[in-house]
């Protein structure tokens, strides 16, 4: 899929400049913005494919422009920033970001990223895909792009979404974080395993708003995490 509107957060002229060039170079639409304050009615108004966020942005900063899109949206975003610490990462993860990556980077990276979180967000028709996977209560549409539990309907970011797909696909089979990164992403990730736990924790608390009292998604101990069937 061509054309796809990308939008670029990031104050700093030159990296956005480089990503505008390598993303527009493999046939994107692209956007850029510098101010965090800017972002929300920018995507209320001209809804993107997917966001680059910088974290370190004037007026707003890139945590902040998170949290208030996943209030009203599940577009996929990939944060961009010079911080490392763990405490970072797993901040970015916990409000909803897809993926994380750190500067500096190779503008090709970025592109292969962002070309694997759109492929999970917008699937293209394939003879295996446009499936439902159906375990106990839990319908998953690839069609559609949706999950519904005991007929209610819940929103999942691109991530949570393709984390569950995995699980779905295997009850009961127990995942290392390694291989449910490599599976969930669609390419050989090198990143930073323990972003999975803040997924898993996130898909846990959505789905427990329907299911409370049932433990769909168990930890292994010093291996990973399971989905269990029946619960």
Not at 84 to 89: C, G
């Amino acid at each position: 899929m061509t054309n796809q509107h990308i939008l670029i957060v990031e104050d700093e002229i030159k990296i956005a400049q480089l990503l505008n060039d390598y993303l527009k170079n493999a046939d994107y639409t692209v956007s850029c913005l510098e101010q965090g304050n800017e972002v929300i009615p920018y995507v209320k108004q001209t809804p993107p494919a997917l966001i680059l966020l910088d974290i370190m942005l004037p007026e707003m900063d890139g945590m902040a422009v998170c949290r208030e899109l996943r209030k009203f949206s599940t577009v996929p975003i990939i944060m961009i920033t010079a911080k490392v610490e763990e405490i970072d990462r797993l901040l970015g993860l916990e409000l909803g970001a897809d993926d994380y990556i750190c500067k500096p980077f190779s503008p090709r990276e970025v592109v292969a990223r962002v070309k694997a979180v759109l492929r999970r967000t917008h699937l293209e028709p394939k003879a295996e895909e446009g499936k439902k996977l159906v375990v106990g209560t839990i319908t998953l549409d690839e069609k559609t792009y949706q999950v519904k539990i005991a007929e209610q309907t819940l929103k999942f970011t691109p991530s949570e979404f393709s984390l569950l797909k995995v699980l779905l696909n295997r009850p009961n089979q127990v995942f290392s974080r390694q291989e449910l990164l490599t599976q969930a992403r669609d390419y050989n990730f090198e990143g930073y395993e323990r972003t999975i736990d803040t997924h898993i924790k996130n898909l846990r608390k959505k789905i427990a708003t329907i299911l409370p009292n049932q433990e769909i998604i168990s930890t292994v101990y010093a291996i990973g995490y399971k989905l269990n069937f029946p619960w």
